[in-house]
């Protein structure tokens, strides 16, 4: 035991111990860790705000600024995205990829998962990780095979639209699949037990309880798909059969090694933006249906309040 | 013949190299409110799980008033289970939720609102239909899972440690409404816990089971009072298991001695010799006082602590063999005239005492059912 004698005073603090404090004070706000996080988020966004700022510009500099118009959105009548061909043409054909890919892969996805996820017997754990392999290989290796695949082996295919539809469907599946299955596994067999034990077969289980229960994994999953499908550069690329069938990314690609206009910013913001609006209604879907499955704290209060009234 | 009899004859389930149920025998009469008792991992939810359809058995058959259903898929039996986490569709209101059993079954429109409206009224919450399952409480969720099974009149209700989640005390008084509602209905549950209290509460009759076996098979007293094994004895309530040498059958009971006393056991395996178990109930162990006049079946010990429990005072009293035993003495408001320390008569009524030979195995060969009152 320690007498009052024995108990030393504090150490004089120093101006660098007391800024040090500052920042790692175990009992105070996490100040390091928001700095850090801070710096990171600057890093990797101002970048992306100087383009969009640029998409903006009033004259042709995409470095000098000049003033606020949409003329390069719509008011140039040759350069602007909306009158240039070839990069209307290329919007069109992003869209048109994103949405046959999404409308593609994400049924396919969704079956494959429900397979994989209540599949227990030899062979469903090596197909299980055989799903990720898409997700890890390089999506330039996976470009050049496919390439080869539709002009040496299914010659009926080449390259142009339906190569570039089957080459983003082969990559969009998994993650259709993965964020399906995390969901398949997070609400158990309970259901579909349920389903049956009140006289559902199989498939009455499925659409009736068992699809409305995936419905935020599905739509999360087919904006994922969209979001990923109109960004994806290599595989596009690979098998674009050029003109007509370039897309967004290798329109931005070509013009900026060419001669750059402040058009390619801002093709390059519609992107974003789609891509962040399918993102974001994916999310809000996903919380607005599983909104009743997070509350804890107010059911166990509830609860409470139920024992009372009943005792 | 009641509708709803259940009869389980040799029903195995194997997991890869795990005996989950070791060939079942068991028969539940129709009407009947039957527990299957036991630790976790004792196989008494794979039981429950091949009757509903979950599982399929490795071995064995399942009758359901007589017909072999051990291969009939889920959807087709009838019967229906509420499942310890209830399992409620959650994209479902609570309408809906008791009406998908009944539109699974393509009843029409004006026969599916009046029952699911009764149901709801017999689990006592008419007018909570529009609710999502998730605006209800832990007890009204199990009140809808109760309602969604029942709404289908099903001959046997199987319910999965269905107050598993909820707490002390609302568990106490649903206890008591679901037998009253068995009692209603009349069909038969078959109830799957690991709460001997509940299990002894609601059962006409429950089996204890233990490692994918039955260790005994009884009306709540009978398994209660009268445990055939060990395992029985140790799991339902406290007991006082001695070690004791057994010397066949005397007057009034079982001759056993623990090292130089001499008792006898009037419970449990009368005729037995050799090694063997006494058990006795803390509730009948009785204390006397040292210098009490002396008699059969007693022995000096010495109280070693004393704790209350509220309603009663456990003692903890350090018998002359070396061995513990516990004595429970209600509480009448009065102080006991013991202390830490206090030299102690114990008396161990001749009817309170049961033998079980040591050998645990041995003591059960009959098939359960026998103990059933015809």
Known sequence: MSTASEVQAPARLTAWSRSRGWLTNPWGRPRFLVLFTWAYMIWALVPVLIAVQFSFNDSRSRTVWQGFSTRWYWGDPVDSVWHDPSLRNALVQSLKLATADVLIATPIGVLLAIGLARWTGWGSRPSNFLMLFPLVTPEIVMGVSLLLLFTNVFTFVGTGTPAQILGHVTFSISYVVVIVRGRLFSIGRQYEEAAADLGASPTVALTRVLLPLLTPAIIASAAVVFAISIDDFVISQWLSSGGATDTVPIQIYAATRAAPLPSTNAIATVMMVLTLVSVTAGYLVWRAFTRGERRPERKAAEEAGAALQMG | ?374
Not at chain 2, 24 to 39: A, M, R
């Open chain 2, 1 to 374: 013949m009641a509708r709803g009899e259940i009869l389980l004859i040799g029903l195995s389930k194997r997991f890869a190299d795990v005996v989950a149920v070791d060939s079942l025998d068991l028969e539940i009469p129709g009407g009947e409110f039957f527990s299957l008792l036991g630790p976790s991992g004792c196989g008494k939810t794979t039981t429950l799980r091949m009757i509903a359809g979950f599982e399929q058995p490795s071995e064995g058959r399942i009758l359901l008033d007589g017909a072999d259903v051990a291969y009939t898929p889920p959807h087709k039996r009838n019967v229906n289970t509420v499942f310890q986490n209830y399992a409620l569709f959650p994209h479902l209101n609570v309408f809906d939720n008791i009406a998908f059993g009944l539109r699974r079954a393509k009843r029409p429109k004006n026969e599916v609102r009046p029952r699911v409206e009764e149901a709801l009224e017999l689990v006592q919450l008419g007018g909570l239909g529009k609710r999502k399952s998730s605006e209800l409480s832990g007890g009204q969720q199990q009140r809808v899972a109760l309602a969604r099974a029942l709404v289908l009149n099903p001959a046997v209700l199987l319910l999965d440690e269905p107050l598993g989640a909820l707490d002390a005390k609302l568990r106490k008084t649903l206890q008591i409404e679901l037998k009253t509602l068995q009692q209603e209905v009349g069909i038969t549950f078959l109830y799957v816990t690991h709460d001997q209290e509940e299990a002894l509460t609601m059962s006409d009759r429950l089996a204890v089971m233990n490692n994918g076996r039955i260790e005994q098979v009884g009306s709540p007293r009978d398994v209660y009072e009268e445990p055939e094994t060990l395992f029985v004895a140790d799991f339902l309530g406290v007991s006082n298991l001695m070690d004791a040498a057994a010397h066949g059958a005397g007057d009034a009971g079982c001759r056993v001695t623990l090292e130089r006393f001499e008792l006898e056991a009037g419970g449990g395996e009368r005729d037995t010799t050799g090694p063997a178990k006494v058990v006795i109930r803390p509730e009948r162990v009785e204390l006397e006082r040292r210098d009490d006049p002396s008699g059969p079946n007693r022995l000096p010990g010495m109280v070693e602590r004393l704790v209350y429990v509220g309603s009663a005072v456990q003692v903890l009293v350090r018998v002359a063999t070396g061995e513990k035993l516990q004595a429970l003495v209600q509480n009448t408001g009065q102080a006991l005239p013991y202390e830490q320390g206090t030299p102690v008569q114990i008396h161990l009524p001749v009817d309170a005492l049961r033998v079980l030979s040591a050998g645990e195995r041995a003591v059960r060969q009959e098939p359960e059912t026998d103990t059933v009152p015809a």
